[in-house]
């Protein structure tokens, strides 16, 4: 079977034919060439509206369009571009159906470039298959504006937001996913973690949406709060648990560190030394040394070892099936907390009064929605950027980003090249 034939079943445009394919030298590497020429009493479309126009001129000069490699071997189209005297934009340049606007790459080699995107680091996917880190970019970027405008936003009853940093010094982006059961996919990426960007997720999301939001989750972070109750006013707000539990441990080194600090200046053994995470982690993520550390040092009375009995009969909290019965847990926990006279613990506690509606929350939720989620999609997007070695421009990382975790849908072809 010839490779025209092929094509022809593959990859088939109406109004237009394979007519040869050569093996030529062009960038002094073999290309594949395949000639396109236009059938007889074929409709010819206005680039702009599409409208069916009568052939103005033809061009003198021929343009490559790449396509798949075959075989690793480059392949381009090559086809005599003409222009159409459109009723309603005058001369203008013919639509063709496998390239967009003034690009040189036919749409099935976007499609092929973004997949394995997906894949390797940008610059791995122009290497293998002999093309450029721009191409693979112009690539990624097509599909992404294809699938941004023809995904669908409804049947979204649950959503998280959260910041990352981003480049050099304090920069963040703020976050929105929805975390529906079965669907999690990332909705927007904003500049900076402050109100104005959040508001204008909601803005872009619209009230009908908004409206049937059903819970919402996010860190203690004001300004997110302050938005959520503005608008999402009737879904139930729940707070981090991840991060609550985070202050917690930060408390806690806070006290050691001081005291560790001191003993060495009183000249006492420095038992503290190297404890940092025998008090941080979890009893069965510790290492047999660690296991050690930790038994030695609870014999002593002092208060990391208070501050670390605190920490570890909190747990049970996140045990509670019942929020009557979890917000009595708190009530006593919190008075046992404030009574120790170890003040970053006593902050903790001011902090967990302040928003114990919002922590009680994930209760009534009946503990489907959290934070934590969000926080293994924020893994993803660490891998995201340090595959790509970083994106120093913040729209280009927003298009890695949507690609990679917006579950965006893609154009349809009558064969997968890859």
């Not at 094509?7 to 960038?27: A, D, M, P, Q, W």
């Not at 976050?175 to 079965?182: E, K, R, S």
């Amino acid at each position: 079977m010839r490779i025209e034939s092929i094509l022809n079943r593959l990859y088939r445009h109406k109004s237009f034919v394979y007519t040869g394919c050569s093996l030529e030298k062009i960038g002094g590497r073999d290309t594949l060439v395949f000639d396109i020429e236009p059938r007889k009493n074929g409709l010819v479309k206005c680039s702009i509206c599409g409208q069916a126009s009568p052939v103005y001129d033809t061009s003198n000069k021929v343009r490559l369009f790449d396509f798949v490699p075959l075989w690793n071997i480059p392949a381009y189209f090559r086809y005599r571009m003409r222009r159409v005297s459109c009723p309603v934009h005058g001369v203008r340049v013919e639509r063709i159906p496998w390239a967009e606007g003034k690009s040189h790459l036919t749409k099935p080699y976007q499609l092929f470039l973004a997949r394995w995107a997906r894949k390797l680091s940008w610059k791995e996917v122009a290497e293998s298959f002999g093309s450029t880190w721009d191409n693979v970019y112009r690539s990624v970027k097509a599909i992404v504006e294809y699938g941004m405008k023809r995904r669908s936003l409804d049947g979204i009853t649950a959503i998280g937001v959260d910041e990352i940093q981003h480049g050099k010094g304090h920069q963040y982006l703020t976050l929105v996913y929805q975390i529906n059961a079965g669907v999690r996919r990332l909705l927007f990426v904003g500049r900076d973690r402050k109100a104005k960007t959040l508001l204008r997720f909601f803005h872009d999301f619209g009230k009908e949406r908004c409206a049937r939001l059903k819970y919402v989750c996010s860190d203690m972070w004001k300004p997110y709060i302050k938005v959520i109750s503005k608008k999402a006013s009737q879904a139930l707000h729940i707070l981090d648990r991840f991060h609550i539990v985070q202050n917690l441990g930060k408390a806690l080194n806070k006290i050691r560190a001081e005291e560790a600090r001191r003993m060495k200046q009183e000249g006492f053994e420095e038992v503290l030394t190297h404890t940092k995470y025998c008090f941080l982690k979890k009893e069965e993520n510790l290492t047999e040394r660690q296991k050690m550390k930790l038994d030695e040092v609870l014999q002593y009375d002092l208060k990391s070892v208070r501050a670390y009995l605190l920490k570890e009969s909190f747990q049970l909290f996140w045990e509670y099936k019942s929020s009557y019965w979890a917000s009595w847990f708190l009530k006593k926990w919190c008075a046992r907390a404030m009574r120790s006279r170890l003040e970053p613990i006593k902050n903790f506690v001011r902090m967990l009064r302040k928003h114990e509606p919002l922590i009680m929350n994930w209760f009534k939720a009946k503990k489907q929605y959290s934070n934590s989620i969000v926080e293994g999609m924020n893994r993803k997007i660490n891998l995201v950027t340090r595959k790509s070695y970083g994106f120093r421009n913040l729209e280009v990382l927003k298009i890695a980003l949507f690609h990679t975790m917006g579950q965006l849908p893609e154009p349809e072809f009558t064969h997968r090249f890859c």
